[in-house]
């Protein structure tokens, strides 16, 4: 286990928002666990540096597609299934 420090959680999130040119119209639908780093970082920090939305959810196929349509997400970043 490590350390999260600023520089750790921080600086991807600023090089995968710049990279992936994200703004603050866009709508991120984060299906992945909070306490996995991937989740935490690029989808949540980079959301809240773009100035962007992000809405967390769980993996229901139906929920998630409703929700999609509904908020017109622009990004959708899950975990892949077993």
Do not use: E, K, W
């Amino acid at each position: 286990m490590y350390l999260l420090t600023y520089l750790l959680t921080y600086l991807p999130a600023r090089y995968v928002a710049d990279t992936l040119r994200r703004s603050r119209h866009d709508v991120c639908l984060n299906v992945m666990p909070l306490f996995h780093i991937h989740g935490l970082v690029a989808n949540v920090g980079v959301s809240l540096l773009s100035r962007g939305a992000v809405v967390c959810s769980s993996f229901q196929v139906r929920l998630r597609l409703r929700l999609r349509l509904r908020l017109r997400v622009s990004r959708l970043l899950i975990v892949p299934g077993r």
